[in-house]
């Protein structure tokens, strides 16, 4: 079945610790995208790649990082330099330049301790 | 102005009724509009693209009104399953990102 997962499901992380979440795809999407949810609140973008080995960021990229080695596969860091890092976090997937919506993965919840 | 804007809701009504939501959006050039769906901590999962012409599906209606910039959803015979966060999207003219609203939270009550 073609899909978007995302690993963990559940991450705590302590203070000044790095952390990576996963997301990979098999939709054979150019297109890829990180968002933050808050808890009642809608999504906001973090960052987006329209093809491998390029990014860009989105409305709150800082304290983040990102990278697109594969098509398949695009991974965050949250970093230390992220303050509240605490949110529900969204990975999607979509065809650039047509139509075509965008599909998510399930999701991973950040926790600090 | 936000881009795009929806009825802040809770929407709380009775199994059976009828319920509307409304979407604004501020972009004139944006080209593909949807509805998703999202339950309580859960991913959004797309309910159905909205299209010119308006389009149905189901117990579901979508119009889009492009000179008003206007996108509205219609659930006719309200499930109780049909409790959740409705978002309302807008891809913008280049195809490249999509810009949700805040949601609207409905609650079907038995």
């Known amino acids: 079945d073609g899909g978007i997962t995302q690993s963990p499901k559940y991450l705590f992380r302590k203070e000044g610790q790095n952390v990576t979440l996963s997301c990979e795809q098999n939709?054979?999407?150019?297109?890829m995208y990180w968002y933050r949810q808050d808890p009642g609140q809608g999504l906001r973008l973090i960052y987006y790649?329209?093809?491998?080995?390029?990014?860009q960021k989105g409305d709150i990229a800082e304290g983040y990082s990102v990278s697109r080695e594969k098509k398949e596969s695009f991974p965050l860091t949250v970093t230390s330099a992220q303050k509240n890092p605490t949110a529900f976090y969204l990975c999607?997937?979509?065809?650039?330049?047509?139509?075509?919506?965008?599909?998510f993965g399930p999701g991973t919840r950040l926790l600090v301790l | 102005r936000k881009e795009v804007e929806q009825d802040p809701g809770p929407f709380n009504v009775p199994e059976g009724a009828t319920v509307a939501f409304n979407c604004t959006y501020s972009n004139s050039a944006s080209q593909s509009f949807f509805w998703y769906r999202q339950d309580c901590r859960k991913e959004p999962k797309l309910l159905m693209s909205v299209y010119s012409s308006g389009n149905e599906d189901g117990r579901f209606t979508a119009q889009l009104n492009r000179a008003s910039q206007y996108i509205s959803l219609l659930i006719r015979d309200s499930k109780l399953s049909d409790s959740a966060t409705y978002l309302c999207?807008?891809?913008?003219?280049?195809?490249?990102?999509?810009?949700f609203g805040p949601g609207t939270r409905l609650s079907v009550l038995p």
């Open positions: 999207v807008v891809r913008d003219n280049y195809g490249q990102n999509f810009v």
């Open positions: 790649s329209q093809i491998v080995n390029d990014f």
């Open positions: 999607a997937s979509s065809i650039p330049g047509t139509q075509e919506t965008q599909y």
């Open positions: 939709l054979n999407h150019d297109a």
